[in-house]
């Protein structure tokens, strides 16, 4: 297999294959390493097999629980260099023991000899480090180098916030990604199943390929451009100062293809989108709300009020990035993806940022003495978060926009009791973080024969029309319950449909049967949007309007509490 495998790498159109450097080596960093080296080693037509990880230097002695101690050796019983136990037990003893890493990962203490010559670089360190990292990498990188950024957090200036996937762009001239996602690193590492999410929007820089000439000669003049001198754009839809440099075409294309190719394992599945911002504040964000219900749970309350902190928490996330990052943010990206809120049940449940809140609460005392005797050195990230963002939202004057990242932050500064919690936060339900895309959830029309309706429609009911019933398991107790709208509307009597007999049945409703319309998106869930009204949501409704009955439509069904009508 590994000839066949040889055989087909010397087949490869390109000249040069990419080389990945892992920036940082700490517990999910090493679990990345672990990752990626898997998927070098597999395909060795794309990249370069051995993966560099810098290792931040310090001294150990391997603990007596390792699988690898010895007492009769000078590994086990006198301090060693972290890179070289790493390199030599073929695991990293201190941040993820017990994980045997590849062979091919080969922990480097040398930043700048780690990243030399290599084309994609990934950022796994501590947000608060990423300036100093970036400050030494400086004229060490090659300028057409691409990152992905896996740092949790987001960069506070005086009336700025930005990414940390920014901040590393601008600071190398490069163009950064993000991964983020459902991801506690201890079961990525034992290869238990999970998802990821990988953001990269790749800059235009990189699709140098003139469009090929066909059997009717070239393409034409317009269709094409220089692309080395479109301006690149950051997420917040402005024109970058980074001038990026093109990757070579001696390189394969480093598009979405490529990164699926070199993160994705059976177990670790990954979606690849182009929402970097998205991406980036679900993994920052979440980490305050794990706060909070760390506090909940601390306090035993139970799964309701971390459910509830959760909902709202995932609101304020949302209206977070269409405020500050509206022109290109995809808030499906919060409800859809592994980095959404797929990553904020997974942090909220049993994530680092969790479980010390829940023992600080627990234990009575603050939540950085916990930090320091859980961590095993590692930082949390989501008290740092808390920080920032709230210096933020108090410059811009919206701190009461945003009830639970306050008060996770009030608690955390010793101004609010934990016990505070519910009253800090009352009346966060009425938050609506699409408020500001007032045509995102406008209904589509009827379909219609003649002339489309109003919506609702005005015009008085045809009282001779007969009724086509729709059975449905839901009972009226829960349309009294609130969960659909009170009042209903009926169609336009012009609408028409072709019964099997060629007459033209006028869609319409008695005052005392009315039609059921759907009810307004923003009014109830989408769970109860589909569970509720199964059989005639508006598409529904379009595709029987279209349709040809198979029988005829029979005038003697009766209306029972149990259906829905639709009259004809």
Not at 45 to 71: L, N, R
Not at 360 to 383: D, F, H
Request: aromatic share 6%; with cysteine; net charge neutral.
């Amino acid at each position: 297999m590994d000839t066949l495998k040889q055989k087909m790498s010397s087949l490869t159109p390109f000249a040069k294959k990419h080389k990945v450097t892992i920036v940082g080596s700490g517990n999910w960093g090493s679990t990345i390493a672990k990752v990626v080296a898997e998927n070098t080693a597999a395909h060795s037509e794309i990249f370069e097999k051995d993966v560099q990880m810098w290792v931040y230097e310090e001294e150990i002695t391997v603990p007596k629980s390792s699988q690898h101690y010895d007492a009769s050796s000078d590994l086990s019983t006198k301090p060693q260099k972290l890179t070289h136990l790493i390199n030599h037990f073929h695991e990293n003893v201190k941040y993820l023991p017990g994980i045997p890493l590849p062979k091919n990962v080969i922990a480097n203490p040398s930043l700048t000899n780690a990243v030399k010559d290599s084309t994609i670089l990934v950022f796994n360190l501590p947000h608060q480090f990423i300036g100093g990292i970036c400050k030494q990498l400086r004229g060490h990188i090659l300028p057409y180098a691409r990152g992905i950024s896996c740092i949790k957090g987001v960069n506070v200036q005086e009336d700025s916030v930005s990414l940390f996937s920014e901040v590393i762009g601008k600071e190398l001239d490069i163009y950064c990604g993000a991964l983020s996602g459902a991801n506690i690193a201890n079961e990525v590492a034992q290869e238990k199943f999970s998802e990821t999410t990988v953001a990269y929007d790749p800059p235009s820089v990189d699709s140098q390929n003139p469009t090929p000439a066909t059997s009717r000669g070239p393409s034409p003049a317009s269709s094409h451009a220089d692309l080395t001198q479109l301006a690149h754009r950051d997420v917040s839809g402005k024109a970058s100062g980074v001038k990026l440099k093109p990757l070579p075409q001696e390189y394969p294309a480093l598009d979405h293809s490529t990164l699926k190719t070199l993160f994705h394992r059976t177990y670790f599945q990954v979606r690849v989108v182009s929402d970097v911002a998205g991406v980036s504040l679900g993994g920052a964000l979440k980490n305050i709300i794990a706060i909070a219900a760390g506090f909940v749970d601390g306090l035993g309350w139970g799964d309701n009020a971390k459910a509830a902190v959760m909902r709202i928490g995932l609101l304020e996330m949302v209206k977070f990035g269409k405020q500050f990052f509206g022109k290109t943010i995809q808030p499906r990206t919060f409800t859809e993806e592994s980095a959404g809120v797929a990553d904020l049940i997974t942090t909220c449940a049993g994530g680092r940022n969790h479980r010390c809140a829940k023992l600080s609460v627990q234990r009575g005392v603050p939540i950085e003495e916990v930090e320091a005797q859980e961590l095993n050195g590692q930082k949390l990230q989501g008290t740092l978060t808390a920080v920032e963002v709230n210096h933020f939202l108090k410059i811009q004057g919206m701190e009461k926009e945003f009830p639970l990242f306050t008060a996770v932050y009030e608690i955390l500064q010793g101004r609010a009791k934990v016990e505070d919690l519910p009253q800090l936060i009352e009346g966060s339900g009425e938050i609506q973080p699409f408020s500001n895309n007032k045509n995102l959830y406008k209904s589509p029309p009827l379909a219609t024969t003649q002339t489309e309706p109003e919506y609702p429609p005005t015009s008085q009911p045809d009282s001779s029309s007969k009724p086509f019933v729709i059975s449905s398991p839901i009972s009226d107790s829960v349309s009294s319950a609130g969960m659909l709208p009170a009042t209903t509307h009926t169609a336009d009597k012009k609408l028409t449909m072709t019964s099997p007999s060629s007459k033209s049945l006028p869609i319409a409703s008695s005052s005392s049967s009315p039609f059921l319309v759907p009810p307004h998106p923003l009014s109830t869930s989408r769970y109860h949007r589909q569970l509720l009204v199964p059989s005639i949501s508006i598409r529904g409704q379009e595709a029987i309007s279209k349709a040809k009955p198979l029988f005829p439509f029979q005038a003697h069904h009766q209306a029972s509490p149990l259906t829905h009508r639709i009259f004809m």
